[in-house]
C-alpha cells in the first residue's frame, strides 16, 4: 500500500511542482480527502529531487552554459563580461535567502507552517498576488535584462515558500511580471532558480527518510521521486508552451478555489487542519 501511495503522490508531485499551485499544498492535502497520513516533510523534500531533476535534464544546455561561463569567470577577465557570468552570480544570489531562511525556520516549517489553515489561507492569497501581477505586469522584458537588486527580490520571492501552499515557481513567477518579464522569461528563471534550493533540500532530508519525518521509508520514496521526474518533464514542456501565449487564469481561480475548499472542510470539521504522521 505505501508503494501505491508513493506513486500517487509522485504523480501528483509532477503534476503539481512546476505549476503555480504549489506541491506542498497538494502533498499535504491531498493525503486528507483519502484518508491517508502525511508524507511527512522528508519525503516531500526528497521527492522533489525528481522533479528537479527534471530540469536539469530539461535546461541541460543552459545549466552547462551558465556553469561553464561562472566557472570562466572566475579567471578571465573577457569571460566576466558574457551573460553567463552575471546569469550564474544571480542563481547564487537568488538562491541564498531560502537557504538561509530554510534553516533558521526549520522546525516550524516541518511542524506549525504543516496546517491546513496556513495552506488554504496562501493558496488564496498567493492567487491573489499571482493575480494583481498577471494584471499590472508588462510582458516585456526578457531576462537578460535582470539586475543584481531584481535577482535578490527573485530570490526573496522565492523564499517565501518555505511556507506550503505559497508555491516556489508562483511566488518567484509572480515577482517576474511584478518586474515587467515576459511570462516565458519568468517562469524558465523561476524553473533554474530553484535548482539549487530544491536539490539542497532534498539532499539536507535524506537523513530523515527512515525516521518520524517519513511515512513511507526509502523504497517507496524513490519510487516516488521517480515517478515525480518522468511526469514532471511532460510538464515542464507542456507548460513553456502554454504560457507563451496563455495567461495564469486558470491556475489562479484554481489556486483560491482549493484554498476556499480547503477552508470550509476544515472549518466544518470534515477534515482536520493538523497534518500529523501516524505512529
Known amino acids: 500500500m505505501d508503494f501505491l501511495r508513493s506513486v500517487v503522490l509522485g504523480l501528483l508531485q509532477g503534476l503539481t511542482e512546476f505549476l503555480p499551485i504549489s506541491s506542498s499544498a497538494h502533498l499535504a492535502i491531498f493525503p486528507k480527502f483519502f484518508g491517508w497520513s502525511d508524507p511527512g516533510a522528508a519525503y516531500t523534500a526528497v521527492v522533489q529531487i525528481g522533479t528537479e531533476l527534471a530540469v536539469v535534464l530539461y535546461f541541460w544546455r543552459d545549466i552547462w552554459s551558465i556553469a561553464t561561463g561562472w566557472l570562466k569567470g572566475l579567471f578571465s577577465a573577457e569571460a566576466r563580461r558574457e551573460q553567463e557570468w552575471r546569469m550564474g552570480w544571480f542563481v547564487i544570489i537568488g538562491s541564498l535567502p531560502i537557504v538561509l531562511i530554510g534553516l533558521a525556520l526549520e522546525s516550524q516549517i516541518d511542524d506549525n507552517f504543516r496546517n491546513l489553515w496556513v495552506i488554504g489561507t496562501t493558496l488564496i492569497v498567493l492567487g491573489v498576488v499571482l493575480g494583481i501581477a498577471e494584471r499590472v505586469g508588462r510582458n516585456a522584458k526578457p531576462i537578460e535584462d535582470l539586475t543584481w537588486g531584481q535577482a535578490v527580490l527573485f530570490g526573496l520571492a522565492q523564499a517565501a515558500a518555505v511556507v506550503p501552499g505559497v508555491s516556489r515557481s508562483g511566488a518567484t513567477i509572480s515577482m517576474g511580471l ?65 504560457v507563451s501565449k496563455r495567461s495564469y487564469a486558470p491556475f489562479i481561480a484554481y489556486r483560491i478555489g482549493l484554498g476556499a475548499l480547503v477552508l470550509v472542510l476544515v472549518g466544518t470539521g470534515v477534515i482536520t487542519a493538523d497534518i500529523a504522521i501516524a505512529g
Open 178 to 242: 511584478f518586474l515587467g518579464y515576459e511570462r516565458a522569461a519568468a517562469t524558465r528563471y523561476a524553473f533554474l532558480l530553484a535548482i539549487p534550493a530544491v536539490v539542497g533540500a532534498g539532499v539536507y532530508k535524506l537523513k530523515d527518510v527512515p525516521g518520524g519525518q517519513n511515512e513511507y521509508g526509502w523504497a517507496p520514496t524513490i519510487v516516488g521521486t521517480v515517478v515525480a521526474f518522468v511526469v514532471g518533464i511532460a510538464v515542464i514542456h507542456w507548460l513553456l508552451g502554454y
